[in-house]
């Protein structure tokens, strides 16, 4: 037996469940429709993207048939600026910048999930305008690409970039701090 938008359904619940957990219940709200079925999934899927981070911009290319989104939000800007911040307290420069590489590295991890996605982190410890630090996605639409997927994916990246601001301003705030054993 076969449920005619079965993964449809299922995705949008994961991807509400993770929204709710992550305390942004409000994109749900937003970018779902009432009614889900094989259209409205993938429409609201884009529309969910669109809505993920506070600064988007997508352009398409007729000749090259890609799909570029510009992706930028302060939790992106915090981040770094907190890494850049560590890495001048302890004398790290930012190629060498653990922080840094962690955010790329696990941007790699949720966005190599097809060979139709691409992307490029761009991270500036000391930003010159707002919205200076972003991700840029690249879809290329020779190919099918599943946009839950990708959905679920920015949000992974986007509540990792909130975890690690919360947890290098905590260190950056404790640092010289002595600890006492107890």
């Not at 094989?38 to 000749?63: G, K, V």
Request: proline share 2%; charged share 30%.
């Amino acid at each position: 037996m076969s449920v005619e938008g079965f993964d449809e359904i299922f995705n949008t619940v994961y991807i509400a469940k993770k929204l709710y957990d992550i305390g942004r219940y409000e994109l749900v709200k937003d970018s779902f429709y009432d009614k889900i079925c094989f259209d409205t999934y993938y429409e609201s899927m884009l529309c969910l993207i669109e809505n993920i981070f506070e600064h988007h911009y997508c352009q398409y290319s007729d000749r090259r048939f890609v799909e570029m989104r510009i992706l930028s939000d302060p939790v992106i800007e915090e981040f770094y600026k907190l890494a850049g911040e560590y890495g001048k307290r302890n004398n790290i420069p930012d190629e060498t910048n653990y922080y840094i590489n962690e955010a790329e590295r696990l941007v790699r991890i949720q966005l190599d999930f097809s060979y139709c996605v691409d992307w490029r982190l761009m991270g500036h410890t000391e930003p010159k305008r707002k919205y200076h630090s972003r991700l840029a996605v690249f879809i290329y639409q020779d190919d099918w690409v599943d946009l839950g997927c990708l959905a679920f994916a920015l949000i992974e990246i986007y509540e990792w970039f909130s975890e690690a601001c919360v947890n290098l301003r905590e260190i950056l705030n404790n640092a010289g701090k002595e600890v006492k054993a107890a």
